[in-house]
């Protein structure tokens, strides 16, 4: 199977550092149209991208500091079609932390996340991964069919961060970012001990 361009980096075992900063492998996840691409482009370069390319799955990376700790982002949007396909299975093994968006506008958008959840579980074999779940569109509030509550019901199962985020606001798409880079932070210390 070709390797989609611009991923190549996702599945390279040598990426963990570039030029001595950590790389953090993230993955976006989530129904097509909740905003994966809008919340990514939002966070990678502070615009606000109204018609991207549903069928464009890419990886962007972008150098931080979080905690007065740098690193790069490696973040891989992911685009397509919802099946168990092969190379769902490649990223989601690659993965180090997967950011789970769900839009507050669409309720199956939300009750989809509990199958992207699965895939996860069951490709990582039920190991605890770090996950934190974004609901977006989060300035749609007249057309909101996914609560709050819902939202923080599901990160309490998923024992994840949650946060309602607005790609179109730019409220809250650090947080979600910097959030997961301090999962896999944390995770990672926890592994040495
Ligand atoms: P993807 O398929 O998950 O990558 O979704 P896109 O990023 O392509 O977004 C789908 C549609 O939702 C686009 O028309 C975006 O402009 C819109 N959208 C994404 N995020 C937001 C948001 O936070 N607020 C609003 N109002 N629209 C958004
Ligand atoms: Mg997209």
């Not at 040598?14 to 492998?25: E, K, L, M």
């Amino acid at each position: 199977m070709p390797t989609p361009q611009g991923t190549e980096l996702h599945h390279s075992p040598n990426a963990r550092f570039q030029s001595g900063n950590r790389v953090y492998r993230i993955v976006v996840l989530g129904q097509g149209g909740v905003g994966k691409s809008a919340l990514t482009l939002q966070f990678v370069s502070h615009i606000f991208q109204e018609d991207h390319d549903p069928t464009i799955e890419d990886a962007y990376q972008k150098q931080v500091v979080i905690d007065n700790h740098p690193g790069i982002l490696d973040v891989l949007d992911t685009a397509g079609q919802d099946e168990f396909t092969a190379m769902r299975e490649q990223y989601m093994r690659g993965g180090e932390g997967f950011i789970l968006i769900y839009s507050i506008t669409e309720k199956r958008s939300y009750d989809e996340l509990y199958r992207f959840k699965e895939m996860i579980d069951r490709v990582r074999n039920y190991e605890s991964v770090p996950i934190v779940i974004a609901g977006n569109k989060s300035d749609l509030g007249q057309r909101r069919q996914v609560s709050t509550r819902e939202g923080e019901a599901m990160a309490k199962e998923f024992n994840c961060p949650f946060f309602e985020t607005s790609a179109a606001l730019r409220h809250n798409v650090e947080e979600v970012f910097f959030e997961i880079v301090r999962c896999i932070r944390s995770k990672e210390n926890e592994d040495y001990l």
